[in-house]
């Protein structure tokens, strides 16, 4: 009881929780009183509790951004007051993929929404892949490729789970014409989170990025297909409150797309794959989960012949080569994974997860040809030769975890641990050698001997044990200055291989102001270790001309320090919604491992003999650019530089001063049926040198990436609020029909070089050029 004006003036507490539809809390929500200058946030768990003088009538203002506001008047309140409030979210059918604001990015992990990925064309039929690609820092030179280099990093730095689990890729993987489908089904995908650096401790042991994948739970019964020129989908869910059940199988044959290759003949790329998830609530309490993949990525091509001009307007060159023999890539994996799930109470959970990876690899050719390289301006013979390219690669691997990990919510604290147990095992047999010659004649690789250009032999096995742990707290509350939240944790590593134990701190601070709400600041930094997964152990010994592999038993896990500070500004145009990030980084790389880049074919040095840095500016502008649809464009500039055995600096492989990527939707007045997803990049070249050399000589580089696609669909139907009753049309939810047009301007983009020597011993870089411009047609039913 205080004095107010003369009268006694009562105080009142209003508290409860704040929820979305699906009944789960919303954090840090704003509660305040209408026309008053305070008020509270909701904890991690959704509670809140506001204390304030009771007048004749208070209206209390429940807030949040991606959700609809909502108010509630009492009259008269006194003592306390239990209030319970659900705030729906903001109607956004109409977007294909936005960034979800319901939180702020305080941390270094972005969530994502991928709600209509599949109507984006996508010419490596990977979805979610292809949305990370587009994102701030990332970077990726392949369409045929679903991997990404994000801030200087390479393909094997990226970490992804799916419910918390680890996946593996296969191996022996060369060229993206060979990666078939990835893991990740966006058919199946409820939530997405990625992080481009300072990312939090309950991820594993990776220095550049991680991708956290959410499958989701049907509650009732769902189901799509899909088919174009490139392959099909078809995907099942059902379920209840007890039960959900989701079954996919996909299909996919590129040899259509394969066809605008320079090298033509008979490709027969044919690449499948089942997966199923299930969830059984048993109890309230305890939850049973499993996970299951198997994939058969077959790759079968007989090349003819090969026609590619390459050179300037004033000095055109043309590499004519005609083929023999045949190349056969089949790579096997299977994956399982089984969850169990104990949540006492709502504040408090824990999880026994196991899983089993295995992958059965086999990368076999003889591809003989006969070249002719020629001066088109002066119609004059430069060189006349030959090649025979012979591999025989097996590697089997299989990869083991057991963990258990724990959360719990304690007021404004999010509390979360982990314990873990990996064991791995590969298998690898390796045989490849290549031969060349000019006229007939084979060409010396050295003064004294006449050998192959290249011949490698491997014969090794491994077997180790890693067992790992960490914790970690992420703090809210609100101050003075405004809503802040720091997260604090620590991961530890031993691996018995070289009994390398590594300890990892990692800690992010994020802050919205109270001047203005609408800004974001942060900052994260950590050391991130990354232990080597065997492509990274492969020491070789050259002895007369031969290559031989062995695995470095005094291998150590590299090491990167990050320091990103970030930005996030929340701003309306014309009404409409638009947020701008920018992020700055540094990223001090020691410990290296030295690797060349060919295609998607990393081999590295197998001993760690660099030091390095890595540092650069990402620009995101997302939001309505046209109302009710998303886009985003993004810019980036980045150095990456490393020193080897203590020389100069030098680029690394992945270095790219810039990258411009765009992804804009749009609808055509006046209707929804039409929609239009159009992709850009344009991204700086990267460096390259001629094959089986030292990364010293790194000293040429590619031509700039330029690409855009564009895809058209149109809505034959639309059942959503089951219009119609009866005939086939009730079993209907969406019809799309759709087209896209892949590389539209019809860019020649350079993969890659294959080098030729003429009889003079003159080197030639002939450019690998990637897909050209090609039509799919595609549709899509929803049940």
Not at 330 to 336: E, I, S
Not at 625 to 654: A, C, H, L, Q, Y
């Amino acid at each position: 009881m205080i004095l107010f004006n003369g009268i006694m003036a009562q105080n009142v507490t209003i508290k409860g929780r704040v929820t979305n539809e699906h009944h789960a809390p919303i954090e840090i929500a704003n509660i305040s009183i209408q026309g008053k200058p305070f008020g509270t946030i909701a904890d991690l768990n959704g509670y809140y509790s506001l204390t304030c003088q009771s007048e004749d009538s208070l209206v209390v203002v429940y807030s949040m951004i991606g959700y609809q506001t909502r108010k509630r008047t009492f009259r008269n309140p006194t003592d306390t007051l239990i209030v319970n409030v659900m705030l729906p979210s903001v109607n956004l059918e109409l977007q294909e993929v936005e960034v979800v604001d319901r939180e702020r990015q305080m941390g270094g992990t972005q969530k994502l929404k991928a709600d209509r990925l599949r109507l984006q064309p996508s010419a490596s039929g990977n979805g979610i892949e292809d949305m990370i690609k587009s994102q701030a820092g990332v970077s990726s030179n392949n369409e045929l490729s679903s991997q990404y280099n994000v801030r200087g990093g390479n393909f094997d730095e990226n970490s992804v789970y799916v419910n918390g689990i680890e996946i593996y890729r296969p191996l022996l993987i060369r060229g993206g014409q060979q990666e078939g489908l990835s893991f990740i089904n966006p058919d199946m995908v409820s939530a997405i989170s990625f992080s481009t650096g300072g990312f939090e401790a309950k991820y594993g042991d990776k220095m550049s990025s991680v991708l956290d994948i959410t499958y989701r739970k049907p509650r009732e019964f769902e189901s799509i297909v899909s088919a174009s020129l490139l392959g099909a989908n078809a995907y099942v869910g059902w379920g209840n409150n007890k039960v959900s059940i989701s079954n996919s199988v996909r299909y996919k044959s590129n040899n259509y797309l394969l066809g605008t290759l320079d090298t033509k003949g008979e490709y027969k790329p044919n690449f499948v794959d089942y997966q199923a998830y299930l969830d059984w609530r048993i109890t309230d309490k305890l939850n049973f989960s499993v996970i299951g993949n198997i994939s058969r990525n077959e790759y079968n091509f007989t090349p003819t012949d090969r026609t590619t001009s390459f050179g300037t307007l004033e000095d055109v060159k043309e590499f004519k080569v005609y083929f023999g023999g045949w190349e056969t890539d089949l790579f096997r994996t299977m994956f399982g994974a089984v969850s169990l799930n104990f949540t006492p109470n709502e504040y408090h959970q824990f999880t026994l997860q196991t899983s089993a990876f295995q992958t059965k690899e086999e990368e076999t050719y003889d591809i003989l040809g006969e070249y002719w390289l020629n001066d088109i301006n002066t119609d004059r013979s430069l060189g006349v030769g030959g090649y025979h390219e012979h591999a025989r690669n097996y590697l089997d691997a299989n990869v083991y975890t057991v963990a258990l990990t724990g959360k719990h919510y304690l007021k404004s604290n999010d509390l979360r641990w982990g314990v873990e147990w990996k064991r791995d095992y590969f298998s690898d047999n390796q045989r490849e050698w290549e031969l060349r010659d000019s006229a007939g004649y084979n060409i010396p690789v050295s003064d004294e001997l006449l050998k192959p250009i290249y011949s490698l032999k491997s014969s090794t096995s491994l077997t180790s044990n890693h067992i790992s742990a960490y914790i970690q707290d992420t703090y809210k509350f609100n101050s003075s200055i405004g809503v802040i939240s720091i997260n604090a944790g620590a991961r530890i590593s031993y691996w018995d291989w070289n009994n390398e134990v590594i300890f990892s701190p990692r800690a992010s601070i994020g802050l919205i102001p109270k001047f203005n709400r609408n800004t974001t600041f942060r900052f994260s930094t950590g050391v991130y270790y990354q232990t080597p997964f065997y492509k990274e152990m492969r020491d070789t010994i050259t002895t007369n001309g031969i290559t031989e592999v062995t695995l470095n038993k005094n291998i150590k896990s590299q090491r990167s320090i990050h320091f990103v500070l970030g930005y996030d500004y929340h701003f309306k145009i014309f009404r409409r919604n638009f947020k701008l990030t920018a992020e700055a980084y540094y990223k001090k790389l020691d410990n290296l491992i030295p690797y060349t880049l060919d295609n998607v074919r990393i081999v590295y040095y197998g001993e760690n003999c660099a030091k390095g840095y890595a540092t650069g500016l990402d620009l995101k502008l997302f939001g309505e650019f046209v109302p009710g649809s998303d886009s985003w464009i993004t810019f980036s500039i980045m150095d990456t530089k490393e020193k080897i055995n203590n020389g100069d600096w030098i680029p690394r492989p992945t270095n790219q001063l810039f990258n411009l990527s765009l992804y804009f939707t749009d609808f055509f007045p006046g209707t929804d049926r039409w929609k239009m997803n159009l992709q850009g990049v344009y991204a700086d070249g990267l460096p390259f040198s001629p094959p089986h050399t030292d990364r010293e000589k790194q000293i040429f580089k590619a031509p700039a990436y330029m690409r855009v696609d564009i895809g058209m669909s149109y809505r034959l139907l639309n059942n959503e609020d089951y219009i119609y009753r009866t005939g086939i049309r009730q079993y209907f939810k969406h019809i799309w029909l759709g087209i896209d047009a892949f590389n539209i301007l019809g860019i020649d983009n350079v993969n890659s070089y294959y080098w030729v020597k003429d009889i003079s011993n003159n080197n030639f870089a002939v450019p690998n050029y990637l897909t050209g411009r090609l039509i799919n047609i595609r549709a899509i039913l929803e049940l």
